[in-house]
């Protein structure tokens, strides 16, 4: 019995995701945290949430590291997408949105104001 319920366990093991605080205070200082959908963050919390500076790497590989507040990504960060996208700049609710950089894989770049994720003027 008890090795057919460690073949179970093994067996399915990838297919259950793990969540909660692996790492430090998760309520109000500084954790690790990993998400239902296999994202992780790195960093301060506030009364449970993102808040202050920290790394929230997503499962698709998309990496933010910098200023988060209420859970979103507010303030200056940098954002590296799996496709080579890298924009440095501000972010507002969640969204690229006020002065930044954004480069492309083959070194293009647009640089000046994004709004709500999009760019508006050099």
């Known amino acids: 019995m008890r090795v057919l319920t460690l073949l179970v366990v093994i067996f399915f093991f990838p297919y259950f995701t793990f969540a909660g605080c692996i790492k430090g205070d998760c309520s109000n200082g500084n954790g690790t945290y990993i998400y239902p959908d296999g994202s992780k963050y790195a960093g301060q919390f506030k009364y449970g949430k993102m808040h202050g500076h920290g790394t929230l790497t997503s499962q698709d590989g998309s990496k933010y590291v910098g200023e988060f507040h209420d859970n979103k990504l507010n303030g200056h960060g940098t954002l590296l997408r ?19 950089v954004m480069t492309s894989p083959d070194g293009k770049k647009l640089i000046g104001e994004f709004r709500n994720g999009e760019f508006v003027e050099k």
Do not use: R, T
Not at 82 to 100: A, D, L, M, R, V
């Open 82 to 100: 799996p496709n080579g996208i890298k924009y440095i700049g501000k972010f507002k609710n969640s969204k690229i949105h006020g002065q930044g």
